[in-house]
């Protein structure tokens, strides 16, 4: 396995070599215990080289035709050449056959490649930290991933059925030069093919900053427009269009400054190209012309050096747009791999096994936590939830309430200190055990762009219909959906936005009844609904919760009178703890919260009642 470094999004850090990046992609081209698909590349290979052997035949058949058909002295009686002729034209159709057989075998190990990269990809990037999904752009992120598959399409065709069988063609034609006529005919090719590589990858090199400017202006500029997208409601509360638009112009013109530098470094390397094959190919028709003059060579052998070249002129105009392609997409390709390379802040240890069962006690035993280490977070929490308890924790902003929730779930690892499920330290089982044994009704329920019924299910993948459609009783949010014209495969829309706030707080309590975890999480679940609605919200969570251990990240204090232990925390740290009644009694910062927050509700109230009463006048 990698060694693995972090990395923020866009990758930063060391850049891969091209040679790396080749040397990762080689497991994906002869992938371990895949038997069929390295059966695949082989026989591809075979087919390979057959093609080019018989490639290079055809000209040796013109050339007897050609001689064949030229007159040897005056009154001279010129027979048809049938059976070179039908040969040369076998050959052209046989050589084409085995081009279009390697690429029907080798399809198969490509795109079976690329399924997994894209899939290691996916898992790989679930698998990173909430740190690493916080800082990411999800459009810079997006375009890396699309980039990256293509490249890896195209580096495993090109780099084998471009690159290789030109080099091959190359020294094949270069020894029957040589081995038919003399050595100046071999030398000339060879030092053209010599010189023509040297410039290519010279030049291309020197594009590479280029290319790989373009990347980075393409990213920003497709994670401007997704980000003013995805905030699409922000912008018009705002009347922001036409800023949005300046932002997203601006980066477009970076890019198009990019792209006209790429594509004007591109240009001179095609001149350049250009001119090295022209002169070579000069050169060689001189050096042949002289040999037919002198005698030497007859008219086919010319017309065989000069088909040879023309041959060869093809692979290697080729060979240079392969080259400049495979160097743009080991680029791209770059950028997938520093993906792959970004590490996982949060791992399961060698050895580490399931949560074992228990009825969900959770112990916080001197925990700090900082997420960056010049601003420490929390300073040593301990506190316990027993089997069944209702354990509150409340605070002024800042005052690191979201920090253990993150925490209980594993998002961020304890910096000191110890976190325990039923005794076990969350550090020594796995990821997967701790979150199956939690469930969470986050403050803000983003929803996947599917049905109802989908979101609801996501708390159990495999439960029933029957079963779905009693969670969202218990949830009260059946009698709802029965309402809705398309009932349960009503489409929620992108996060959920076609339902209201409570709605979606249904549907992740929903999902919670679903999961049946043994402890819940409940973080700040009704501080963004109103009133009304938060008290409905409030009786559904409260029947969910019983005989569940249960914490609770709250804002209105009103939600957690009941609570058998509030912890308040302020600074990082616990200041006081206790029921409602003995922390109201303490006269500390909870009883001032909860004052404030009493006559701001009977202020509200007030205002409700007069307003009431003046639309009944």
Request: hydrophobic residues 45%.
């Given at each position: ?304 050096v000069n088909t040879y070249l023309l041959q060869l002129y093809v692979p290697l105009n080729a ?299």
């Amino acid at each position: 396995m990698r060694e693995r470094r972090p990395v923020s999004d866009p990758p930063k850090g060391p850049r891969r070599t091209a040679f790396a990046t080749l040397v990762a992609l080689l497991p994906y081209l002869w992938p371990r215990g895949e038997t069929e698909l390295r059966l695949r590349v082989a026989a591809a290979m075979a087919c390979l080289v057959a093609a080019k052997l018989v490639n290079v035949t055809v000209p040796i058949f013109y050339k007897s035709a050609i001689d064949a058909l030229t007159p040897s002295g005056p009154g001279a009686v010129v027979a048809l050449p049938v059976a070179l002729i039908v040969g040369y034209g076998l050959v052209r159709v046989l050589a084409q056959g085995f081009g279009e057989l390697r690429d029907t075998i080798f399809a198969k190990v490509a795109v079976r490649a690329v399924r997994r990269i894209a899939l290691e990809t996916f898992q790989h990037l679930h698998r990173l930290s909430l740190k690493f999904h916080l800082e990411r752009r999800t459009g810079g992120l997006s375009r890396a991933i699309e980039r990256g598959m293509e490249g890896t399409s195209f580096l495993l065709s090109l780099l084998l059925f471009s690159i290789f069988p030109t080099l091959l063609e190359i020294a094949l034609v270069t020894g029957i030069l040589w081995g038919l006529y003399s050595i100046d005919f071999a030398l000339v090719t060879l030092a053209t093919i010599v010189v023509y590589v040297i410039f290519t990858t010279v030049v291309s090199e020197w594009r590479v900053k280029f290319r790989r400017e373009k990347n980075e202006r393409d990213s920003e500029a497709n994670g401007r427009a997704i980000d003013s997208l995805l905030n699409y409601e922000t912008v018009k509360y705002f009347g922001n269009e036409a800023m949005e638009a300046r932002r997203y112009d601006g980066a477009l013109a970076l890019y198009e400054r990019a792209s006209l530098r790429t594509q004007t470094s591109l240009s001179a390397l095609n001149v350049g190209q250009g001119a090295i094959i022209a002169v070579g190919l000069t050169l060689i028709m001189l050096l042949a012309g002289s040999r037919v003059a002198s005698g030497e060579m007859t008219i086919g052998d010319f017309v065989l050096v000069n088909t040879y070249l023309l041959q060869l002129y093809v692979p290697l105009n080729a060979l240079g747009f392969v080259y400049r392609n495979l160097r743009q997409s080991l680029i791209d390709l770059e950028q997938l791999f520093q993906l792959l390379d970004v590490a996982e802040d949060v791992r399961d240890p060698p050895g580490a096994v399931p949560l074992p069962l228990g009825p969900g006690r959770v112990r916080f035993a001197d925990v700090s936590f900082a997420y960056d280490p010049r601003r420490p977070i929390l300073r040593d929490i301990s506190f316990e939830a027993a089997p069944g308890a209702r354990v509150a924790i409340v605070g002024p902003s800042g005052a690191g309430k979201s920090t253990v929730a993150r925490l209980l779930f594993r998002f961020y690892d304890a910096g000191e200190g110890r976190i325990e499920i039923d005794g076990a330290d969350m550090r020594t089982v796995t990821q997967a055990s701790v979150r199956a044994a939690i469930g969470v009704v986050p403050q803000d329920t983003v929803l996947f762009n599917d049905t109802i019924f989908y979101n609801i299910a996501y708390g159990r993948p495999d439960a029933s219909r029957a079963e779905v459609e009693e969670a969202a009783r218990l949830a009260r949010l059946h009698d709802f959906i029965q309402r809705l014209p398309d009932g349960y495969e009503t489409q929620v829309g992108e996060r959920g936005l076609k339902l209201s706030g409570g709605e979606k707080q249904r549907v992740a309590i929903a999902r919670v009844i679903l999961k049946a975890p043994r402890i819940l999480l409940f973080d700040e679940a009704t501080s963004a609904l109103d009133s009304n609605t938060e008290q409905e919200i409030q009786a559904s969570l409260d029947q969910v919760a019983a005989g569940r251990t249960t914490i609770v990240i709250a804002h209105r204090l009103s939600t957690v009178i009941d609570a058998d232990l509030i912890l308040v925390l302020d600074g990082g740290r616990i200041v006081e703890r206790g029921r409602h009644g003995e922390l109201v009694a303490l006269d500390g910062l909870y009883a001032e919260m909860w004052r404030r927050q009493s006559e701001a509700a009977r202020l509200a109230d007030q205002l409700a009642r007069v307003g009431s009463a003046e639309a009944g006048a």
